[in-house]
T-cell receptor
Framework: GAVVSQHPSRVICKSGTSVKIECRSL??????MFWYRQFPKQSLMLMAT?????????EQGVEKDKFLINHASLTLSTLTVTSAHPEDSSFYIC????????????FGPGTRLTVL | TQLLEQSPQFLSIQEGENLTVYCNSS?????LQWYRQEPGEGPVLLVT?????EVKKLKRLTFQFGDARKDSSLHITAAQTGDTGLYLC??????????FGSGTKLNVKP
């Protein structure tokens, strides 16, 4: 099956710094990538949807200037958490959908962000 | 408010018991998916249901999609400790947005 990787898997940073998380589709071209955030013992909450070459669409309540998403190629999307604060500490998961199936998407293993 | 509501939120049962998890929405979905997630990992797809009224079986797991395509259920027969995890329903809404349900945390005790 298709594989999606995320890097880094874990990151600890100081408050006020920026952190970049990469999401790559390794063996297929992802026309759409999704970014989710998951707090402990909660479900995944959609943050934004990004299509290659266009601006991301953010969900209500998600600050686009704080969570910068770039989907510059068909295999790579990045999420940058700018000026991170402790409340941004969470598990961030990406998923990618290819052209082959509109119902199918593949999830990355997630990135655990801890902001001190 | 969640687009997809799951019930129950938590479920703790003994090994060997049966259980059903429900996923409900006021909106129609072209398809619904069920995932299972372990702590610290991404969700793993269990099944996709596409047709209203569809029933799919995966060993001891039975998935059903409501006739109106607004709800789904997951039934586990003779639960095992290995079934412990977070179960999530999810689906594409307006084609290009994918939402997860509120989640059901299942704990199967030996």
């Amino acid at each position: 099956g298709a594989v999606v990787s995320q890097h880094p898997s874990r990151v600890i940073c100081k408050s006020g710094t920026s952190v970049k998380i990469e999401c790559r589709s390794l063996d297929f071209q992802a026309t759409t990538m999704f970014w989710y955030r998951q707090f402990p013992k909660q479900s995944l909450m959609l943050m934004a949807t990004s299509n290659e070459g266009s601006k991301a669409t953010y969900e209500q309540g998600v600050e686009k200037d704080k969570f910068l998403i770039n989907h510059a190629s068909l295999t790579l999307s990045t999420l940058t958490v700018t000026s991170a604060h402790p409340e941004d500490s969470s598990f961030y998961i990406c998923s990618a959908r290819g052209e082959a199936s509109e119902n199918e998407q593949f999830f990355g293993p997630g990135t655990r962000l801890t902001v001190l | 408010t969640q687009l997809l509501e799951q019930s129950p939120q938590f479920l703790s049962i003994q090994e060997g018991e049966n259980l059903t998890v429900y996923c409900n929405s006021s909106s129609v979905f072209s398809s619904l998916q069920w995932y299972r997630q372990e702590p610290g990992e991404g969700p793993v797809l269990l099944v996709t249901v596409v047709t209203g009224g569809e029933v799919k079986k995966l060993k001891r797991l039975t998935f059903q999609f409501g006739d109106a395509r607004k709800d789904s259920s997951l039934h586990i027969t003779a639960a095992q400790t290995g079934d412990t995890g977070l179960y999530l329903c999810a689906g594409f809404y307006n084609f290009n947005k994918f939402y997860f349900g509120s989640g059901t945390k299942l704990n199967v005790k030996p």
